[in-house]
């Protein structure tokens, strides 16, 4: 325990935070034990690390910011040294009985922690709950304590009001008490903040909170007790020179475009501190990641994308399986017929074409688009559509231990122009080819790229061939991003 004043004769100066609480109902009898009152008005706030005495702004312990009031059946805990100092109280410490001992200079208030009873200038009382200790911090009743000062005690909407008389009075003593004068300065001392630019809006308990309110407001901030970002409103990714920042983008191809023109650059994921991307490639040493493998066959002959999906999921924790995400999956319900040679069906760009259960039905298969959406909804604000960017960022995802779903074909590499069919869908005509395919890509050396392919075909491909029946495809791909 930290010594802040030199002991005295028989006792030591108290030398932690003790922390009081507010009830409905703490002592007995209910009516106040003193009447003389002090002229201060205190004024805390649940969860905040900041006080009013006086409308002054103060902190309650600049020591640990941690040691705010909080609530708990019906009891909201704060400071002891903070409030009986601002009372004009002296607190000492007895290490030998666990005695704490309060005096001003017409009273003297005796309690041990973690027991009810309270004495009053040598008068017994009980408490209705005992003392608490929470991170080496103890925690004790306040209504009774502050009573005992001369104090009242107000509490409403999460601000408590210590002052020294009632707020208000008539002639049959039942009169509600003025409302107390809520300082919002007081949230900016509060777990989470929340800011637009450098301006303070509001403070929050909970990260859970601050974020809800926080989304409706544009440029703005969540920040912790560390005063971390832990959430903003900004877009997604970030790109850097070294330690300064250059510009925002909303997606992950355009920002890793914009990152090349700088040597020394890197691009981060909202406040994740581990890069999604660093200039000058991907790890040049090997790399393999453990990733489920789970067979399309025999359940979903034409379900590649959404078996792939699952293995890619499950790598994330998520207990989803293939059946599930092929019943989930965005469909186009647009019926195949073919007149005059021409063929119309869906686009793979809408939902999954076809049947997927059986080949006995036309059927094809679904593109990246839909498959991002419906991993979204698995893992909100976590996915990255990678579609459109170059090979060797997608292996970046991969060299940080990240898998990635892609599009290719079965034999993994460039397909002759034959192999491809035009069709007419909603969305126009679409260049295609029924040898399409979607595995994982769970590692890669200087000569190949390895797969979790859901056909089972083959654990390793040349990575050469493979990029080029990648790019074929449209450059389709999708992985995870760090959580924040």
Request: charged residues 20%.
């Amino acid at each position: 325990m930290k010594k802040h004043t030199r002991p005295q004769k028989g006792s030591k100066r108290i030398g932690w935070v003790l922390l009081l609480s507010v009830s409905v109902q703490v002592l007995l009898p209910t009516q106040p034990l003193f009447a003389a009152k002090s002229e201060k008005e205190i004024v805390l706030r649940i969860d905040s690390s900041l006080a009013s005495i006086d409308r002054k702004l103060v902190s309650i312990s600049p020591e640990d910011a941690t040691a705010v009031p909080f609530l708990e059946q019906d009891t909201t805990f704060v400071p002891l040294r903070f409030v009986s100092e601002a009372l004009g109280a002296k607190v000492e410490w007895e290490q030998a009985t666990q005695t704490v001992t309060m005096a001003t200079y017409d009273r003297q208030i005796l309690f041990a922690v973690g027991s009810r009873q309270i004495t009053v200038n040598g008068q017994d009382h009980v408490l209705s709950v005992h003392s608490i200790l929470r991170n080496n911090v103890t925690f004790v009743p306040l209504r009774g304590i502050a009573e005992s000062l001369g104090s009242h005690v107000d509490y409403e909407d999460g601000f408590i009001r210590i002052s020294g008389q009632q707020t208000s009075s008539s002639s049959s003593g039942t009169a509600p008490e003025a409302p107390i004068e809520k300082n919002t300065a007081l949230k900016e001392g509060m777990s989470y903040r929340v800011y637009q630019h450098a301006n303070f809006l509001d403070g929050f308990a909970t990260r859970q909170e601050a974020v809800s309110f926080a989304k409706q407001y544009a440029n703005s901030t969540v920040k912790n007790r560390k005063d971390e970002v832990v959430w903003d409103s900004f877009p997604p990714y970030r790109v850097y020179q070294s330690e300064k920042f250059l510009a925002y983008y909303d997606s992950y191809t355009d920002a890793v475009s914009h990152a090349k023109k700088y040597a020394n650059s890197f691009v981060t994921y909202k406040t994740a501190a581990k890069p999604v991307w660093t200039f000058g490639g991907p790890s040049k040493q090997p790399v393999y990641i453990n990733v489920p493998l789970i067979r399309q066959l025999p359940e979903l002959p034409r379900g590649c994308e959404v078996t792939a999906l699952a293995s890619l999921l499950q790598f994330a924790g998520v207990p989803v399986d293939k059946m599930t995400l092929a019943a989930e999956i965005r469909k186009d319900p647009t019926p195949y017929s073919e007149k005059n040679g021409v063929i119309s069906f869906g686009s793979p760009h809408r939902g999954f074409v076809g049947d997927m259960y059986s080949f006995n039905n036309p059927g094809f298969g679904v593109y990246h688009g839909p498959v991002f959406e419906l991993a979204e909804r698995y893992l909100p604000e976590r996915v990255v559509d990678l579609t459109g960017t170059e090979f060797e960022d997608v292996l970046h995802f991969v060299g940080t231990g990240t898998p990635v779903w892609i599009i290719s074909n079965v034999t993994f590499r460039k397909l002759e122009p034959y192999h491809f069919q035009t069709w007419m869908t909603p969305d126009g005509p679409i260049w295609l080819t029924k040898k399409e395919h979607s595995v994982v890509i769970v590692g890669y050396d200087e000569d190949y790229v390895y797969i979790r392919d859901p056909h089972n075909k083959t654990g390793r491909v040349a990575k050469q061939p493979f990029k080029e029946a990648w790019e074929q495809m449209g450059r389709q791909a999708i992985s995870l991003l760090p959580e924040v």
